[in-house]
């Protein structure tokens, strides 16, 4: 059944675009992926010459809420997880996005982008792992 | 120029992500509960980047050079091997757990209170953690071992 209280097509969709202009600019103009993981990844294995563009492209990341804190009001939100869960996730999900190189930016929307069979597997992996567990902490334990 | 570009690609990336909803873990948690109330807007968020995504990557395609100057670095692995497979199971558990995935909790840290810092310190943990792992599984002592 759909949520329809909480479901926001058009924000989600124009936010969406920007994300794919932003991941079009720095591909076109910088020659790279935007996948997250990947560029605060490669921070913790500096390359000299390598450490500028992350350390920006991170910096644009932090700001965002303060510079869109200027125009409109933040978007309120709710996290349901305690202080344990969060340690937990945090942790499976620094492991998991280096070990399986990349996630939902990366292999979700440049993967699927560019058409790469093998994001196309790790998507469906993360989807499926992510489906699977809100069912059993929502369903089977909650 | 490279540098500010990124904080440009940065910044644009993280309006969008707030914009969209996806610094709200209970709207990710709700595109992942299939079997309670549906909220879609995940899906709506993917399909705008994808949109604009395929045509910049089928422009991409036709460069040999970025706009800048470097040279495109586009990913060259293909294997569908355990890692990949492994590595996205943990991730999504832990994105279905708290929520939050890379992007999000960074876009979140600097106005969001104590939560999205504790799961971004975990986060940079786990990545630290596959660091020395990756290093210790590739170095020449183990090999020979």
């Keep these: 059944m759909i949520d329809w209280a909480h479901f926001t097509p058009w924000s989600s969709l124009a936010g969406g675009v920007l994300i794919g202009i932003a991941t079009a600019l720095f591909l076109l103009f910088n020659g790279r992926i935007a996948g997250i993981s990947g560029i605060l990844g490669g921070l913790l294995r500096p390359v000299a010459g390598d450490i500028g563009w992350r350390m920006a492209f991170v910096s644009g990341l932090l700001i965002a809420s303060l510079v869109y804190g200027l125009a409109a009001t933040l978007p309120t939100v709710h996290i349901d997880a305690d202080m344990t869960t969060l340690v937990v996730a945090g942790l499976l999900v620094g492991v998991g996005t280096r070990y399986g190189s990349g996630c939902t930016s990366g292999h979700g929307v440049c993967g699927l982008s560019r058409l790469s069979p093998r994001s196309m597997v790790a998507t469906a992996t993360f989807m499926l792992a992510g489906f699977v567990t809100v069912f059993i902490v929502r369903h089977l334990i909650g | ?145």
């Design chain 2, 1 to 145: 120029m490279q540098v500010l570009m990124a904080l440009l690609a940065g910044l644009v990336f993280g309006l969008g992500l707030i914009m969209s909803g996806m610094t709200d873990p209970s709207k990710v948690i709700g595109f992942l509960d299939l079997a309670g109330q549906w909220d879609p807007s995940l899906a709506f968020v993917m399909g705008g980047a994808i949109l604009v995504g395929v045509v910049a990557f089928r422009l991409a395609a036709t460069r040999s050079q970025a706009i800048l100057g470097e040279s495109m670095r586009l990913p060259t692995a293909r294997q569908i091997d355990r890692r990949l497979i492994l590595g996205g199971l943990a991730f999504g558990a832990g994105w279905g757990l708290a929520g939050y995935c890379p992007g999000p909790a960074l876009a979140s840290l600097v106005t969001g209170g104590s939560k999205p810092l504790i799961f971004t310190i975990a986060m940079l943990a786990g990545m630290v953690i596959f660091e020395i792992h990756d290093r210790f599984s590739r170095s020449p002592a183990k090999k020979a071992a």
